[in-house]
């Protein structure tokens, strides 16, 4: 089954730049999707295609792509960034089977 | 304002079929590409994609789990329905619902419904 590996956890000072990667096979050509969960809430999605903010996320929040891995980059941390980012997308097979990562967990010191 | 929000028990038993319901408002899921998914997250894990029932009744099922799920919808309840049959304890999980935008992916979710599966 299709896989999507994320590290389990980044930790970065406040104000630093965090880094999340998330890598699998069938990258290069579906869309990737992130999602922030804080505890005791449900998921809120940061980046959509890749690289595309929704309405209300903050600009230190970008996405990009190389290969097969997609990055989400959070700049100038701050306190309330800590929380379980998961990453999304979809096998290659063209029957739209999605799967999540595994999870990263970024710790704000 | 779209919004979700899933129901059904809060607690099966081992052997039982969950049925779990979505009740969404602020979309209409007979809207080309719009989609309704689910997806769970035992205690302290991640995230689990399920299933995904789209606005043309097409249905999509995690590989794993595809012989002990369905899908439905029912346009005119704004609900989507999604049953699990043969419950065992690691099914125990916070079931989340989601709308899916053709571009956006899962852009809103429900609060989640937590189900325990005991004796």
């Known amino acids: 089954s299709y896989e999507l590996t994320q590290p389990p956890s980044v930790s970065v000072s406040p104000g630093q730049t965090a880094r999340i990667t998330c890598s699998g096979d069938?990258?290069?050509?579906?869309?990737a999707y992130w999602y922030q969960q804080k505890p005791g809430q449900a998921p809120v999605l940061v980046i959509y295609k890749d690289s595309e903010r929704p309405s209300g996320i903050p600009e230190r929040f970008s996405g990009s792509s190389s290969g097969t891995t997609v990055t989400l980059t959070i700049s100038g941390v701050q306190a309330e960034d800590e929380a379980d980012y998961y990453c999304?997308?979809?096998?290659?097979?063209?029957?739209?089977?999605?799967?999540f990562g595994g999870g990263t967990k970024l710790t704000v010191l | 304002q779209i919004t979700l929000k899933e129901s059904g028990p809060t607690l099966v038993k081992p052997t039982q079929t969950l049925t779990l319901t979505c009740t969404f408002s602020?979309?209409?899921?007979?809207?080309?590409?719009?989609?309704v998914g689910w997806i769970r997250q035992p205690p302290g894990k991640a995230l689990e994609w399920l299933a995904l029932i789209y606005w043309n009744d097409d249905k999509r099922y995690s590989p794993s789990l595809k012989s002990r799920l369905t899908i439905t919808k029912d346009t005119s309840k704004n609900q989507v329905v999604l049953t699990m049959t043969n419950m065992d304890p690691v099914d125990t999980a916070t079931y989340y619902c989601?709308?899916?935008?053709?571009?956006?992916?899962?852009?809103?979710w429900g609060q989640g419904t937590l189900v325990t599966v005991s004796s």
């Open positions: 602020g979309f209409s899921l007979s809207t080309s590409g719009v989609g």
């Open positions: 999304q997308s979809a096998d290659s097979s063209g029957t739209s089977i999605w799967v």
């Open positions: 989601a709308h899916s935008s053709p571009i956006k992916g899962l852009d809103y």
């Open positions: 069938a990258l290069p050509k579906q869309y």
